[in-house]
């Protein structure tokens, strides 16, 4: 005997009797050809008013539609008892807070200890046969808001909003000097480098790539910034954040680090962040007053759409106004922007892993047809930079 996931209902509004069951189940219920082909083929896949019929009869106003999925698992994923915390979840989805330095799924060489893991662990703990479905990925040593979908309708329906950029994608970065725009768009290209096919670059043959950046506060030598992607390329913040001069800080691959290794002995902190984690102990605090559109910590921010506090973790990061500024020189491609003058004294102690956090992701849920909205707080590594520059 089959098992099922709960159904997805549609109820046929009077104004749609004499539609084919095709048409309200793509247009309407916003099914993909190979997802309705699937459940053509599945005994209870489709169904009006609990009995099965094809997609070509037409219905009538008041006839409930109802699709079904067969359960799945994922019997290539290994369930282990790890730190999970979850945010949010229901019947369509699992929320968690990832923590840095974990790998979202298992990859060639690393089996355990991911986010999957954890989850098939989870969900077994939970009875559920669910098939582990990210909706998205971050970075190893990237944190926050991980979206995973539990049934194939979901995942497909999400991942039409991200091509359709229907969706809140909001990062929280340190990085490094002062970032002199309040806000700006970074709009450059990206692509593999062809020395070295693991890291990006900008490039003017690459891939649009486009990000929106915010200034929340500037510290003595560092800056947070608030970061909102309009297309998701792989490393796109951290390429982008080089290119205008400001890498993030911790970052191994795309930092200052990366240009001289030679700075930093095997196995320890950077040179840069030993540096700076002993001048702010020794109370240099912010640079002065905050700059031009900046805001002091704990007060309220004068550009912010909502009038909220800038200063993490306590205030909720608000998209605020629309970026403007296209700090690309307006020449897509353009070669990056020399790296500020105080990036190499960067404020804040030493950072295991970029400092990128993402904060927060909106979408309409699958299920509800609702927007939703989902946070995670900053990390305690990335308070704990902030907190020594005070």
Request: hydrophobic letters at 35%.
């Amino acid at each position: 005997m089959m098992n099922y996931y709960s159904p997805l209902t549609y109820v046929v509004p009077p104004d749609e009797e004499g539609f084919y069951l095709k048409t309200i189940l793509q247009n309407r219920m916003g099914l993909s050809r190979k997802l309705l082909s699937r459940l053509k083929l599945t005994e209870q896949g489709i169904t009006v008013n609990g009995k099965r019929e094809y997609i070509s009869i037409k219905v009538n106003g008041g006839d409930v539609i109802e699709i079904r999925m067969q359960e799945e698992e994922s019997e290539d994923i290994l369930p282990q008892d790890l730190p999970l915390e979850i945010l949010y979840e229901d019947e369509h989805l699992l929320i968690v807070n990832k923590e840095s330095g974990m790998i979202v799924h298992p990859t060639h060489g690393h089996y355990l200890n991911t986010v999957a893991n954890a989850a098939v662990h989870h969900w077994k703990e939970r009875g559920e046969n669910v098939r582990f479905r990210p909706v998205h990925r971050l970075d190893q040593e990237t944190s926050g808001v991980l979206a995973i979908a539990k049934n194939p309708y979901v995942h497909q329906q999400i991942s039409e909003q991200m091509i359709a950029h229907s969706i809140t994608k909001e990062y929280l970065a340190i990085v490094h000097g002062t970032v002199a725009e309040d806000r700006g768009t970074i709009d450059a290209p990206i692509d593999r480098d062809p020395e070295q096919p693991h890291v990006r670059i900008v490039t003017p043959s690459g891939y649009r790539a486009v990000t929106h950046y915010e200034t929340v506060r500037r510290y003595d030598g560092i800056t947070l910034v608030r970061l909102m992607l309009e297309t998701g390329r792989t490393h796109q913040i951290r390429v982008h954040m080089k290119h205008l001069g400001h890498p993030l800080l911790g970052d191994k691959m795309y930092g200052p680090e990366a240009d001289a290794p030679a700075r930093k002995s095997e196995g320890s902190p950077s040179g840069e962040a030993r540096d700076a984690a002993e001048g702010c102990a020794a109370g240099e605090g912010v640079r002065g007053a905050p700059e031009a559109g900046s805001a002091a910590c704990g007060a309220p921010k004068a550009d912010s759409a909502a009038g909220e506090p800038a200063c993490p973790p306590a205030a909720d990061f608000a998209a605020g106004e629309a970026p403007g500024a296209d700090v690309s020189g307006g020449v897509p491609g353009a070669p990056s922007a020399a790296p500020s003058p105080a990036a190499d004294d960067a404020a804040g102690p030493a950072l295991a892993r970029q400092a990128l956090h993402a904060y927060r992701l909106g979408f309409v849920h699958p299920g509800t047809r609702e927007r939703v909205e989902f946070t995670a707080p900053l990390p305690a590594d990335m308070q704990a930079v902030l907190d020594a520059c005070e």
